[in-house]
């Protein structure tokens, strides 16, 4: 028999019990109009939140989730979930988000498959899934969502706005298009811009995607859908989200079976990290929706803060957030180099920021790994965010 | 009407018009054993060579190739033809490899798909092809198989054994296991053993084939075979050879098509390097076979010359070669820390050595396209060795 535990066993720094909800947004009257013209007239937003909003409605946090996060940043889901939120360990009380002074809020993005709106999602005008059918979307309709669900929640301009590498992304264009409404803004392992490398390697995940023959054009949700080529999608972003080092530390040449080479074509997991890759794929297939990864991986390619008409000092200008920017010496998908160009640009505009380039072993994934040098950043970069807003 | 050229159209350095020829090596009553064990009594080689064997039989020098190489190394196959062997920037009258001195061999790998017998080779036993039946293959294997060329040829010791990636674990392999039948050798843009993310890659490019319905578990010569998949995995490998600087510097962020984004999602190759690769992927299909791939990976993958059971310094002790390691300081595939860690071993064990770190911005591609460092490098390097022999 399982045993039964009250709340109470969890510890004093988690937020416990949370639960997942869902607001309805935008309407007839008012729909939703994507950078691409398309239009939606109503978008459900899954979102968590954690801590009290105040009286004066002044410390609200807003987490930007990354490529394939969710709304559940924190907490657990019921007294035996095995598994807290993907960044349970930056939010609780006392910790760098702390929920005893901040209202902190988690949504998951348009185009994702966590409960917000997404191609996966029922089409109101066919009464049939969109598919591919639903409008292409962009890092820029995706804050236009959440900033209408900040709104919702009765909430005029936030604390900060925080996240890592798309989330990172989410941030900039927070600040840049709603300068009035982010008072801070903390952008990790992120960059104005994805490297032609990086959309080199959505293209391959792409690709592998579209190949599959289960893929069927989108439309597969009463199939199995392309679960190869979901797996072997993420396979690939997998070794671009760990540093060399990592990899070569945690498996190096290490056999799944220590009795040695099996000299047999036939099996195809015969090192650590192929075993570690496989597992990690199919994984994923049970969590994610290959749609979904087509849309989202398209925005991030999309993403460039300046682009062809402005440079990136240009897009900043109006910035009015104070800015925490940080990168990882070992993330090689998201370089130090453009933290580094993104603090050149607002420190030229004369914005208030601060850059750390952080060590750390784990390549891009350590903004969700290694917490300690992040909440000791933070934590005092909200402090005085606090305090300057209130004085 | 197509013009008529002479062979004297060709350049005064060319080696002009050349044939692929084929040896039938081993038999019933010495077959050539595998790594694995298994046996095989008849292998079939192809292989080109350049210039003349001089009477002292000392002026031979053997190029071994990479992944998806094969034995056209230099020269043209007809006076049409629109593209010389791959190393032809290195091999000819006054080049590197100058064959008005030098006696230059170039042979297929066993297990791949130019010739030299491989996976999609017609098994005697059976009259069937082998596909996955074929042995399980390793560097060593492979080096086995053009030692018994090379003493074909009349050969018995070689001036030099020369190559870049996979073929510089061949160069290793050589050198270590026939230490008496190399004078020299010069390893490129290569490494003792693959680290745990060359492993990784290669691992997500093996499961875009077995993944691909076309497979069909090897034996899909009769049909369209894993066409997807083996573009895929070419994608994805192609990626890891150019160095993210020459992606960004040729591709960046420019769109195939000059009016802007398509905001479509139907649209594929929307950035240049994702059409780029797409080409890649398309064009490799052409020229490779699939089984030979995942065998000639897997070989790369295995490939250790320490192994657990002996240091590098231990395996080198008996090298008798002089070496030439060259690395390229923009290749992630192969560092320059693994050229270091064998020039190291060779040192502390006394060897001849000589180690240069490149500098060239194509990354792990880098030593099949800038052919005037290695010039000036191996030239002078292989006429030591010439003299040297002599004296």
Known sequence: MAEVRSPSVFPADSVGLVQTQYASLFSEERPLTFQSGAQLTSVDVAYETYGRLNDRRDNAVFICHALTGDAHAAGRHHEDDDKPGWWDGLIGPGKALDTSQYF????????????????????????????????????????????????????????????????????????????????????????????????????VGRRAIYADQGFGNGRYYDKDGPRYGLALARMVAHITYLSEDSIELKFGRRLQDQGGF???????????????????????????????????????????????????????????????????DTDWLFPTSQSRELTSALLQEGK?????????????????????????????????TLQAARA
């Open 352 to 384: 208030h920021v601060t850059f750390v380039e952080l060590e750390c072993p784990y390549g891009h994934d350590s903004f969700l790994i290694d917490l300690g040098p992040l909440t000791s950043l933070i934590s005092p970069f909200l402090e005085q």
């Open 104 to 203: 902190v809020i988690c949504a998951n993005v348009l185009g994702g498959c966590q409960g917000t709106t997404g191609p996966g999602s029922v089409d109101p005008q066919t009464g049939e899934r969109f598919c591919l059918d639903f409008p292409f979307l962009t890092v820029a309709d995706i804050v236009q969502v959440h900033a209408e669900l900040v709104k919702h929640l009765g909430i005029d301009r936030l604390l900060a706005i925080v996240g890592g590498s798309l989330g990172g992304m989410q941030v900039l264009e927070w600040a840049v298009r709603f300068p009035d409404q982010v008072r801070a803004a903390v952008c990790l392992a992120s960059a104005p811009k994805l490297a032609a490398q990086g959309i080199a390697f959505n293209a």
């Open 262 to 328: 099996a000299f047999e074509m036939q099996k195809e997991t015969e090192f650590q990290i192929e075993s570690y890759l496989h597992y990690q794929g199919k994984r994923f297939v049970q969590r994610f929706d290959a749609n979904s990864y087509l849309y989202l991986t398209r925005a991030m390619d999309y993403f460039d803060l300046s682009g062809d008409d402005r440079t990136l000092s240009e897009a900043v200008r109006d910035v009015q957030a104070r800015f925490l920017v940080a990168s990882y």
